[in-house]
């Protein structure tokens, strides 16, 4: 499969998926685990070398062939993670992993005037292992407030994959010039074992929103292309005698003719759908979805409410935390429980670096905390805020580093 269509294919892919997707996409902070599944699209085994390897008869005086392609149909894969996330748009997880190929019908490059080909292949292609995985959501802000609904990411891995050849079988028709016994003997290549080696990956995709139905609940789509270090096989290449015996049964006698390594290209292409779900994402308050600007608290008497919630970030971060998010979810509650038409956002930053990059941070902290409100059911016309950089701020000062929210 070129690049381009399973390009295509993960677009195709993932134009349904954005229909089942409410609520907007905060990065993932804490523990996540995933699942996913899909179609895997494995490069065949080929060689051009000698020895040939797969299909080799080492009769120096007869060689049958100069080279072999063994092609793989579409396969399986699946894949089983567990990660953490960092809450600024960093994740680092482990990965284990599954796919499948069944082999198709290999041809043979002939050498002289042999002209020979196969017939009865079998036999499957196994890959599995283990992974550690890196990645990097990227901000939906950077698509505008629109595109909140989802979450693209980036990502790769390095690790150890055990590559399974099984039961691979495959029978070499003799031209009728050289056969003997044309219906008694045939010669056969046989390939069975497991070999390990460096693994290595690249990913690209987009998680979807589920909030709706559980909070830190998202669907995922994504392409990889997978690859792994050449391992080492050995194929045996045998002379299969059916011979008749006395009770009018056939018995076969195998005779070793050669014996060869061969190294197979392990390189994948794979689209999955997946499940991801975050632990630690606080569940919404449960404010009305479409809320006038003017709104106001319910008839019972609330107990006493803060008007005033500060939300703080890591150095040098916009990104939302857990606590942080928490402290935004604290004030949407409050807000719906005191007179409140309108919620007023201060963004800061502390007194370290240049100033522009601190405005720009002081910025990006308070679109953050208003997408985290506007995803809590706040209507964005309820929502003013300003950004003031380093204003009044000297040094590394922790306390600087926050978006006041103000309830109006």
């Known amino acids: 499969m070129q690049f381009k269509q399973v390009l295509l294919a993960a677009s195709l892919l993932s134009l349904p998926l954005a229909g089942l997707t409410t609520g907007a996409q905060a990065q993932v902070s804490g523990v996540y685990v995933g699942a996913a599944a899909g179609g895997n699209f494995q490069t065949s085994f080929a060689s051009n070398k000698q020895p ?3 299909y080799q008869q080492t009769q120096t005086n007869n060689p049958i062939g100069r080279g072999f392609n063994a092609p793989l ?8 993670n567990m990660g953490y996330g960092f809450g600024n748009g960093l994740r680092a ?12 019908k290999p041809t043979l490059y002939s050498n002289g005037n042999f002209a020979g080909g196969f017939q009865s292949p079998t036999g499957n292609f196994r890959n599995y292992g283990f992974m550690a995985n890196f990645y990097y959501d990227i901000d939906p ?10 979450q693209p990411y980036i990502g790769f891995g390095v690790g150890y994959a055990f590559t399974e050849l099984r039961n691979i079988h495959a029978q070499q028709i003799v031209p009728a010039n050289q056969q003997q016994q044309q219906q008694n003997s045939y010669i056969e290549s046989v390939v069975n074992g497991t070999n390990a080696t460096l693994a290595y990956q690249g990913m690209i995709g987009a998680a979807f929103s589920l909030d709706s139905v559980l909070p830190g609940l998202a669907l995922t789509a994504e392409y990889r292309y997978f690859g792994a270090l050449a391992p080492t096989f050995r194929a045996t290449v045998q002379s299969v005698n059916n011979q008749q015996q006395n009770n009018g049964g056939t018995a076969a006698t195998r005779f070793t003719l050669s014996s060869a390594k061969f190294h197979p290209e392990i390189r994948a292409s794979s689209v999955l759908v997946g499940m ?3 632990f630690d994402t606080p569940e919404p308050p449960g404010v009305p979805a479409n809320l006038p600007v003017g709104w106001s ?8 409410q803060m008007r005033s919630y500060i939300v703080y970030f890591a150095n040098n971060s916009p990104a939302l935390d857990v606590a942080a998010r928490r402290v935004v979810a604290e004030a949407v509650q409050s807000a719906r429980t005191v007179p409140t038409t309108s919620l007023q956002l201060q ?5 370290t670096g240049r100033s522009p990059r601190n405005q720009r941070l002081s910025e990006q902290r308070v679109q953050n905390v208003t997408a985290e409100l506007v995803r809590l059911g706040v209507p964005r016309a309820a929502i003013a805020g300003v950004a003031s950089g380093a204003a009044g701020s000297a040094g590394a000062d922790p306390n600087a580093r926050r978006v006041d929210i103000l309830l109006r």
């Open 73 to 80: 149909g579409t396969g399986v894969v699946g894949i089983l």
């Open 52 to 54: 040939t390897g797969l």
């Open 141 to 150: 802000n950077f698509f505008g407030e629109g595109m909140r609904w989802f």
């Open 347 to 351: 963004g800061h930053a502390d007194g």
């Open 93 to 104: 997880e482990v990965e284990g992993n599954y796919r499948a190929n069944p082999m198709t």
């Open 276 to 278: 991801r779900y975050a």
């Open 297 to 304: 608290a319910p008839a019972a008497p609330p107990p006493p």
